[in-house]
């Protein structure tokens, strides 16, 4: 059974969609189901302006990606980062047979945001930057 929250984002997800030219775009599929997710990621300065997404799947896979992008949208690149698959889990109450959906956002967001790394090298935190956001996290 699932919480009320996973139905309401199931039914209502937020931000579905696509974003022409993004500046990050990842598609990642779950070898756990099969599921598939697309992300797109419109970033200015260090900070994600909008996400959009994709998900071919179960309600639980939906709700996890409406869910990440709800967290998602408005923060830092850093701060986004940081965001884990457990917290999504935990915040949806997902049982145990469905934790890998939040895996999938979470994945999503991971190889959007080296995607977009990849096409702006400059915009890559450096080691010493994220041992100093760990240290103040």
């Known amino acids: ?10 039914m209502n997800p937020r931000n579905v969609g696509v ?15 099969g599921d598939m997710m697309e992300i ?12 959009k997404f994709r998900t071919f799947g179960c309600a639980a896979a939906i709700a996890s990606s409406s869910l990440a992008s709800e967290w998602i949208k ?8 940081q965001i884990t698959d457990e917290q999504i889990a935990e915040e949806l109450g997902l049982p145990e047979p469905k934790l890998h959906c939040s895996v999938l956002a ?32």
Do not use: W
Not at 19 to 33: K, L, M, R, T
Not at 74 to 81: L, M, N, P, V, Y
């Open 74 to 81: 408005g923060k830092t690149i850093a701060e986004a980062a």
């Open 19 to 33: 974003i022409e030219n993004p500046d990050g775009y990842a598609q990642v599929e779950s070898s756990v189901c």
């Open 106 to 137: 979470i994945s999503a967001l991971h190889a959007a945001l080296e995607d977009y790394f990849k096409r702006h090298p400059e915009a890559r935190p450096s080691i010493a930057d994220a041992a100093a956001q760990g240290n103040d996290a």
């Open 40 to 51: 797109y990621l419109r970033i200015e300065g260090d900070r994600i302006a909008d996400i």
């Open 1 to 10: 059974m699932y919480k009320e929250i996973v139905i309401e984002h199931f």
